[in-house]
């Protein structure tokens, strides 16, 4: 699903730089949206809590480029990137954030649980692990309907400890469903070091063959890695050729949530990392590769346009309305449990 | 015409009544398909619809509701069975957290149209860990709709409205019925969920109950009967949604209430009928307001243990005379 639109092309782009443009777009629409919603949390704008993206860019964009239109996402409560890189207006991931009324889900959502189901953005999902089982029923309804549809599950690394992991893997192998299970190892499940916890090294890749599936690591902070493992896993999930289990690894720029400054981890870890943020590594790539720099600059721009056209729009939303917590509880529109 | 079959046979006949009609129907679980399920309730499934429809699990509950979870969001109408209510534990959060939230926290986005089918109660010597009555959890979980018949015609006709609602159910089967029968019409038989049924009419006591309790209950009716109590017997047929019309109108009339439920005794669904018929119906009474239930332990194993603590008919006959006195 390629979003990139360039109003002048200095040139006629093959459809390898239309497609590296695409991912471009991607990494820096999300960058350039993360980087507002931490501002805003600490305007005091967003509350609770929120999980950013900041520096995994590169997978929810891989990804995003290489799905169909009608492919089913599932990501967790960090799941911005995710629900964002399937086409999902920024205005109304904002207005989620912000609790207003043009928020996606009403406002009933938050942070943590961004859908747009038209875009095939099925849900973010807070409790660690329960997607993956969710994600496989998505994917056995294609089967059925042979729709060709393939779903995408998105997780951390510390879900690869808990038994929902093992169940949905074992389960996906054996009725040959059309997922892609995607390990965004960034090193730390919450404070914890995943390898501190972990009785293997490569904390979903070690565990595939146990479920027959191919052992698959990605550098995570690289588009165009992830956006190739990425359109294979997805072909041979919609030919028929079953599920996958990618580790991509990765790195998160900020703390686990907003009251997390991220402090447990070494500053030489850091700074190493940094050198390898995906978005000027990836500008600095394409720019190698002889892509115009008008063209990325173009691209910059826009995203800020665009982030900067969401917020106002969500800062200038309504709350919901008070009425609305007691609707849609049941598919008649209503919450009533009595007559 | 109708026939007399077991609530056991009753369960696969309202399945097969709607995988014929609606294709989209798919049935999974541990043991269902080759075996036709421990309880024998799926027998024949396989057979008619073919291991597309009717598929065996492993033994992952997670995966399992997961599975109907989304399928359900992307088309399917799943029934999926947990072969007993206690193992509800081992994948309790798609049940309560995921499941039932879902379409709510995304304002009306997805539509939930599962069934969740499970094997609950006591009455079989399972001892405590497959013997537990837990409807009363799920009626806890704002989301989730409660149904738990006592008779093989109601299995059917509200199985059949379960598939058919557009919203997350748990089907709750009381394992010490299979084997008892009952009259069922022939023909396609469908039902209407939050319906109770007034099943005996009297004038002195209303006593609502629950899936194995009804049967318990009229036989206390029947006993009353004899020493000049008229007492009502009210199935509530459903947790969720709650017919409490039926059952206010009935305490209004009768002045006294008496709930009979397999739940231990805190918070048990007993509880909340009570609570409601006491703000609604306060200024009708003449009786204290109360609760048969099970005492609040685990439930044994040994005949003799288990016999004492599920309410019996003596023990239902002692509790209505205690309030009509």
């Known amino acids: ?339 | 015409m109708a026939e007399l079959i077991t609530y056991r046979d009753a369960v696969a006949r309202g399945l097969a009544q709607e995988m014929r009609r609606d294709p989209s129907v798919h049935f999974l679980g541990e043991d269902v398909a080759a075996a036709g399920g421990v309880f024998k309730a799926t027998k024949g499934l396989l057979e008619e619809f073919g291991p597309q429809r009717v598929r065996d699990t492993p033994i992952s509950e997670e995966a399992i509701l997961g599975a109907a979870m989304g399928a359900a969001m992307t088309g399917l109408k799943p029934v999926a069975e947990i072969m007993f209510s206690d193992f509800l534990a081992t994948c309790w959060d798609l049940v309560a957290v995921e499941i039932p939230k879902t379409r709510y926290m995304t304002d009306g986005q997805v539509t939930m149209p599962l069934v969740i089918r499970t094997a609950n109660g006591g009455g079989l010597r399972f001892g405590a860990q497959h013997s537990q009555a837990v409807e009363n959890w799920a009626m806890a979980i704002p989301g989730l709709k409660v149904v738990a018949p006592s008779n093989p015609k109601d299995v059917i006709g509200l199985l059949a409205a379960a598939i058919r609602d557009p919203d997350p159910v748990l089907f709750f089967e009381q394992k010490s019925l299979y084997p008892s029968k009952g009259e069922v019409p022939d023909g396609e038989i469908v039902d209407e969920l939050g319906v109770a049924t007034t099943i005996r009419s009297g004038s002195d006591v209303t006593i609502v109950a629950l899936a194995s309790m009804v049967p318990r209950a009229v036989d206390a009716a029947e006993e009353l009967e004899g020493i000049g109590i008229s007492a009502e017997v009210i199935d509530l047929r459903c947790l969720v949604p709650l017919d409490t019309a039926t059952v206010i109108e009935s305490v209004k009339r009768t002045s006294r209430l008496v709930t009979v439920e397999e739940n231990p005794r805190l918070c048990g669904w007993g509880a909340e009928i009570v609570s409601i018929v006491g703000e609604e119906c306060f200024w009708h009474l003449d009786g204290p307001l109360t609760r048969v239930t099970t005492p609040h332990i685990p439930l044994p194993s040994a005949d003799a243990l288990e016999d004492e603590f599920l309410p019996s008919v003596d023990r239902i006959v002692e509790a209505v005379q205690k309030v009509v006195q």
Not at chain 1, 248 to 276: C, F, M, N
């Open chain 1, 1 to 339: 699903m390629s979003t990139t639109q360039l109003e002048e092309p200095t040139r006629d782009l093959s459809e390898d730089e239309l497609l590296r443009l695409g991912l471009y777009r991607q990494v820096v629409r999300i960058r350039a949206f993360e980087e507002r919603a931490y501002r805003l949390f600490m305007e005091g704008l967003v509350k609770g809590t929120s999980h950013l993206s900041l520096g995994m860019e590169a997978i929810a964009a891989g990804f995003g480029e290489a799905m169909r239109a009608d492919d089913y996402t599932f990501c967790t409560y960090r799941g911005h990137a995710h629900t964002l890189a399937r086409g999902t207006p920024m205005a109304g991931v904002m207005g989620e954030l912000l609790g207003r009324a043009s928020g996606v889900c009403g406002g009933k959502g938050g942070s943590m649980h961004l859908t747009s189901v038209e875009h095939g953005a099925m849900g973010s999902y807070a409790i660690i692990g329960a997607h993956l089982p969710i994600a496989n029923g998505a994917a056995w309804s294609a089967q059925v309907r042979d729709s060709g549809q393939v779903a995408v599950c998105f997780f951390g690394d510390g879900t690869t400890n808990i038994g929902a992991f093992h169940e949905a893997l074992n389960f996906a192998k054996v009725w040959n469903l059309p997922v892609v299970f995607v390990c965004e190892n960034n090193l730390y499940m919450e404070y914890t070091a995943i390898g501190d916890v972990t009785a293997v090294e490569h904390p979903a890749a070690d565990r595939a063959s146990a479920y027959g599936l191919e052992p698959i690591i990605v550098d995570g902070n690289d588009p165009d890695a992830v956006y190739e493992v990425a359109a294979t896993a997805i072909e041979r999930a919609r030919t028929g050729g079953g599920p996958s289990l990618i580790e991509a690894k990765t790195y998160r720029h900020g703390g686990h949530s907003r009251a997390d400054p991220g402090q447990y981890r070494p500053d030489e870890e850091v700074a190493a990392w940094l050198e390898r943020d995906p978005v000027p590594t990836y500008r600095a790539r394409l720019l190698a590769d002889g892509l115009d720099e008008a063209a990325l600059t173009e691209i910059e721009t826009q995203a800020q346009a665009d982030v900067d056209a969401a917020t106002d729009v969500a800062r200038a939303a309504p709350p919901p309305d008070l009425q609305a917590a007691y609707t849609n509880l049941w598919a008649d529109g209503g919450s009533s449990w009595r007559n």
